[in-house]
């Protein structure tokens, strides 16, 4: 296979979309783990999840975060894939 | 039949059928050897690497140390999945598009410098050794329990069975062995989870019967009437024997931000994860392969937390107040108690002589367990070491949480001999792995692109093999002759990831700017700082109020990780630029197409 014919500056965006996406995905990891599971776990802790006997913190530490951890991937994935086709840099 | 000839039965049947795929996936080429001709399904790939990912300590200890920990053990909940989110948005794909085969490639190449490779082989060598050791042990500790030969003798078979299919298959073998190594090990652990939850809050799934009311066998017979959550219980049991609260945790919250932060890029930079994405065909399959990865892991990884408080619960309520002896009419204890107490993984010190057991917190003994061969009075058996300055008088080991699950809950003898199958699949397939890092790191790295370049492809095939061999031989070695010092430096394999692989993968792809002098001076500072954070704790007695703002030896990595950026940051600022083919190589790799196909060996 050989390299796309990408000028540098269709190549400068996609990476520029690529960073953006990274930045908004990075902050809502970010958020779900050291946020809602350690920093603010403490007032989290005072709602109840309804219908179980989770504190929200604590589930957010032990479970929640890992749930939206695999869908992060997910989501990402599918966005880049999409993305890789708008600006043609798709492989075959 | 009984536990053992259910053991022999399937521990042998899994081993044939790893056998077998050995076998079928022979290695022809350094391409199939390194990264299986890069021709993996990235769903195979996703479970080969859930199985390389997850040790004998995440599938034997995990679930009892976060029943020990309660909130707290949500360090290793997030920080060994949280590394995936990095890994699959910052790392894989593009690593794979570079291509190649090992991560010191990357290092070298694209700061262009064989010191910088040199570097990266002695962290991947170490780090790898580090953690083959303890896997090797677990191999024995499954056999000598389950099995009843000699600790030795288990160490032996696992090193033949791994020999087997890691020297003869290389990364083709050992992908396909793991991804069967997944199923064997995931199954065993949700089979008995997903029991015990029945068993407590009569909901199939753990992960909700974690959050639900009492309810069920055992359950409801905890809850005593009462209409009231697992948690709630558990927190109350928890409190009235002066525990901390289960969901509230004991570590400053540094520490945890400090240890979370550690594993998490630890993970995101281990060389034998790392090496798994560059065996799939194309960059968006090694996206995709990461999401897999992550679900088959957090399978496991969701289901741990449930089982811890499930045992912790049932153990409280079993075991507290209970009479060793059997006495009519009043509460003993069950039989899985002595049985367990026979393999040492539980003591009991009867310190206020009353005949019952007393579990509250402080340690009942000082250390482990030191027994003497006598019985006492109610038939237990005599320890040395009692502590006097606490009222415990039960000492348990962490990992009787999962090993014991199947006989607290009383489950079937066939669903036993499956914890042993899954204890050695999670063993063995990251030792496997991990040996591929080490044989590559001598017969790839150092060989042919650093000392012999001029090496056939066909003696480097030959040098992986033998380089192979000569990994089993040490990590058996290791098995058999445990360094005392085992579990401190698993903080090491993590530390040198984060403080130094990680930071400088990272630079390589999102900063152009960033060039050999700076990298080299970052890696160093890196490492030199949080080897010798660990090393001043871990080995020279460093006491707790030494310790910077309470940051734990597991954590300092995180410390060293930014040491790492900082110092490659400002000396790549001073120092020329990279060369163009460099930049043109950081260009190459941020966008997906043109990447060498799944045929492509070189």
């Known amino acids: 296979m050989t390299e796309q014919p990408n000028n540098n500056d269709n190549a400068r965006r996609y990476w520029a979309r690529n960073l953006r996406l990274l930045v908004i995905f990075l902050v809502i990891w970010w958020v779900v783990s050291y946020g809602a599971g350690i920093i603010f776990v403490d007032a989290l802790d005072a709602i109840t999840i309804p219908g179980t006997g989770f504190p929200l913190g604590f589930w957010f530490a032990q479970q929640g975060s890992i749930y939206v951890f695999v869908a992060l991937i997910f989501t990402y994935s599918w966005l880049m894939n999409k993305l890789d086709k708008e600006f043609d840099v798709h492989e075959d | ?602």
């Open chain 2, 1 to 602: 039949m009984d536990v053992q000839t259910w053991t022999f039965i399937i521990v042998g049947g899994t081993f044939a059928l790893y056998i077998g795929i050995a076998i079928w996936s022979r290695a022809n080429t350094t391409g199939d050897f390194y990264i299986a001709g890069r021709g993996v399904h990235p769903v195979v790939n996703g479970m080969a690497t859930g199985a390389d990912w997850m040790s004998a300590a995440s599938f034997i200890s995990m679930a009892g140390l976060i029943s020990f920990m309660g909130y707290d053990g949500a360090v290793y909940l997030m920080g060994w999945t949280g590394g995936y989110v990095l890994l699959a948005l910052l790392l894989a794909p593009y690593l794979r598009k570079f291509g190649k085969f090992t991560v010191p490639d990357f290092v070298g190449d694209r700061y262009y410098s064989n010191g910088a490779r040199i570097v990266a082989v002695v962290c991947a060598v170490f780090v790898s050794f580090t953690y083959v050791a303890g896997q090797m042990r677990g191999v024995g500790v499954v056999f000598s329990r389950f099995l009843e030969v000699d600790i030795n003798v288990g160490v032996g078979i696992g090193m033949a069975i791994v020999f087997f299919y890691a020297v003869l298959g290389g990364m083709k073998g050992i992908t396909y062995t793991q991804a069967a190594q997944y199923c064997v090990l995931i199954f065993a652990y949700l089979v008995p989870a997903i029991f015990i939850s029945i068993l407590l809050t009569d909901k199939y799934i753990p992960q909700i019967g974690f959050g639900a009311n009492l309810a069920g066998d055992i359950g409801s017979r905890v809850a005593g009437g009462e209409t009231i959550t697992l948690m709630d219980k558990l927190n109350q049991l928890n409190t009235e024997l002066g525990f901390a609260e289960y969901t509230s945790g004991k570590k400053s919250m540094l520490d945890v931000l400090c240890i979370t932060g550690a594993l998490m890029a630890g993970t995101a930079g281990l060389p034998h994860v790392i090496v798994r994405f560059y065996t799939v065909p194309k960059v968006r399959d090694a996206r995709i392969s990461a999401g897999w990865a992550l679900f088959f892991i957090a399978l496991l990884y969701t289901t741990a937390p449930a089982v811890a408080a499930f045992a912790r619960t049932n153990l409280i309520n079993t075991v507290s107040e209970a009479s060793y002896a059997e006495v009519e009419g009043e509460k003993s204890i069950p039989q899985w108690f002595k049985t367990w107490e026979d393999t040492g993984l539980l003591a009991w010190v009867d310190k206020n002589e009353d005949g019952k057991v007393q579990y509250v917190a402080g340690a009942a003994l000082a250390g482990k367990p030191a027994f003497t061969e006598e019985r006492g009075a109610h038939g237990q058996r005599i320890v040395s070491n009692s502590n006097p300055e606490t009222k415990n008088e039960l000492y348990v080991d962490r990992d009787i949480i999962v090993l014991a699950n199947p006989e607290i809950a009383n489950l079937p003898a066939w669903v036993i001999a499956l914890v042993a199958a899954g204890g050695l699949a999670a063993a063995l397939s990251t030792a496997a792995g991990l040996l591929l890092v080490v044989s590559t790191s001598v017969s790839h790295d150092l060989l042919k692109r650093v000392f012999v370049p001029s090496i056939t492809e066909k003696q480097e095939l030959l040098a992986a093999r033998v380089a192979a061999a000569f990994a089993v031989m040490i990590a058996g070695y290791f098995g058999i002759n445990p360094p005392g010092f085992v579990a401190q430096v698993v903080a090491f394999a993590f530390g040198l990831a984060c403080s130094s692989f990680f930071p400088a993968i990272i630079l390589g792809i999102f900063v152009k700017r960033a060039n050999r002098e700076g990298v080299v001076s970052g890696m160093l500072a890196g490492i030199i700082f949080t080897a010798s954070y660990i090393i001043y704790f871990k080995f020279l007695g460093g006491t707790p109020d030494q310790l910077w703002f309470g940051i734990s030896p597991e954590g300092i990595g995180a410390l060293g990780m930014l040491i790492n950026f900082a110092v490659a940051f400002v000396v790549s600022r001073f120092t020329p630029p990279p060369p163009i083919e460099i930049q043109e190589l950081v260009e190459h790799i941020r966008v997906p197409s043109g990447s060498s196909g799944p045929s492509a060996a070189h």
